[in-house]
C-alpha cells in the first residue's frame, strides 16, 4: 500500500518535471520563430516582448509546482534535488532566494 502511494507520487513528480520541460522547450521555440518574425519586421518589440512573457510565465508556473512539490521518500527527494541541480546547470539560472529555501526545506524534511 505505501509502495503504491510513493509510486504515486514519484509519478507526480515526474509529470511535473516533464511539464516543466516542455515549457522550456517551448520557450526555445518561441524565441527562435519570434527572433525571425521580429528580424523580418512582421512583429514588433511590444508583440515580441508580450509574447516571450507568456512563455515565460508558463516555465514559471511549472517550475514553482517542481519547487512547492512535498517528496514522500529519500528517493524522491533526491530526485527532486537531482533536478533542481541539472535545471541550475544547463540554464546557468538560480533559483530566487525563497525557491532555494524551499527545496532545500522539502529535501531536510526528508532526512
Do not use: C
Request: hydrophobic fraction near 45%; proline fraction near 1%.
Amino acid at each position: 500500500m505505501t509502495e503504491d502511494i510513493g509510486m504515486e507520487a514519484a509519478a507526480a513528480l515526474d509529470a511535473k518535471m516533464e511539464r516543466h520541460l516542455v515549457a522550456q522547450r517551448a520557450i526555445a521555440d518561441v524565441v527562435r520563430e519570434w527572433d525571425e518574425r521580429r528580424a523580418a519586421g512582421d512583429v514588433t518589440e511590444v508583440v515580441y516582448a508580450n509574447t516571450l512573457f507568456e512563455v515565460a510565465k508558463e516555465e514559471e508556473a511549472a517550475r514553482l509546482r517542481i519547487v512547492e512539490h512535498q517528496p514522500r521518500d529519500e528517493r524522491e527527494s533526491m530526485l527532486k534535488l537531482a533536478y533542481f541541480a541539472a535545471y541550475l546547470f544547463a540554464t546557468r539560472r538560480s533559483l530566487k532566494t525563497e525557491e532555494m529555501e524551499a527545496v532545500i526545506r522539502s529535501a531536510d524534511s526528508i532526512a
